[in-house]
Nanobody, 119 residues
């Protein structure tokens, strides 16, 4: 019913920038919030940033000041602008959406996009 498609990952040098995009498609009554998570090999998936439909944002402490999350509600799309990237940011980044559908709230996940920060 709802699909999330991420794009924008790749290989970048330390200090570089990337912009991730995630578009939600399908039957969507409303999107309560969208966000980004990441998972490195051998580690748990962790929240990076989130944004509600009303514009409230939340960031993990280690990305504050470097990453910016934004959204285009008309397009059901969320973005993550990543600046001053560090090797520690290397991970698979997953898009998440909390969606109102079929009379209840659901969490959907994208397939993930690889971000590699290396010199």
């Amino acid at each position: 019913q709802v699909q999330l498609v991420e794009s924008g990952g790749g290989l970048v040098q330390p200090g570089g920038s990337l912009r991730l995009s995630c578009a939600a498609s399908g039957t969507v009554s409303s999107i309560n919030a969208m966000g980004w998570y990441r998972q490195a090999p051998g580690k748990q998936r962790e929240s990076v940033a989130s944004i509600t439909s009303g514009g409230s944002t939340n960031y993990a402490d280690d990305v504050k000041g470097r990453f910016t999350i934004s959204r285009d509600n008309a397009k059901n799309t969320v973005y993550l602008q990543m600046n001053s990237l560090k090797p520690e940011d290397t991970a698979v980044y997953y898009c998440n959406a909390n969606v109102r559908a079929y009379g209840r709230n659901w969490n959907y996940w994208g397939r993930g996009t690889q971000v590699t920060v290396s010199s």
